[in-house]
């Protein structure tokens, strides 16, 4: 499973991004991950395969929404009301062996990651 993800770029704050990542096959649940400088990676959202359960992180609630195109294999998070805070690498990761409506926060349970894009939300 190769994932690709894109979108990223340098925003004022307050502005908008939607990130996208591609997968080369069918996956599972799928979720973003934020690398901050000089931060330990975090998860951002997850989401099911069958988009019925979702997580986000509190720092993103109610800014960021997670979506996804099973039909096409393609993963969103559309990023509003940006801010400095979420500048970062973000990392696109699927799972491809658990059920439909599974979902997990936890790096280490998801199998394939993508290379990562870079948002940079500046003052």
């Known amino acids: 499973v190769q994932l690709q993800a894109s979108g990223g770029g340098l925003v004022q704050a307050g502005d908008s991004l939607r990130l996208s990542c591609v997968a080369s096959?069918?996956?599972?649940?799928m979720s973003w991950f934020r690398r901050a400088p000089g931060e330990e990676r975090e998860v951002i959202a997850a989401?099911?395969?069958?988009?019925?359960?979702?997580y986000y992180a509190d720092s993103v609630k109610g800014r960021f929404t997670i979506s996804r195109d099973n039909a096409k294999n393609w993963l969103y998070l559309r990023m509003n009301n940006l801010k400095t805070e979420d500048t970062g690498i973000y990392y696109c990761a699927a799972d491809s062996r658990r059920h439909s409506t599974w979902i997990s926060q936890n790096p280490y349970d998801y199998d394939y990651w993508g290379q990562g894009t870079l948002v940079t939300v500046s003052s």
């Open positions: 096959v069918r996956t599972e649940a």
């Open positions: 989401i099911s395969r069958d988009g019925d359960n979702t």
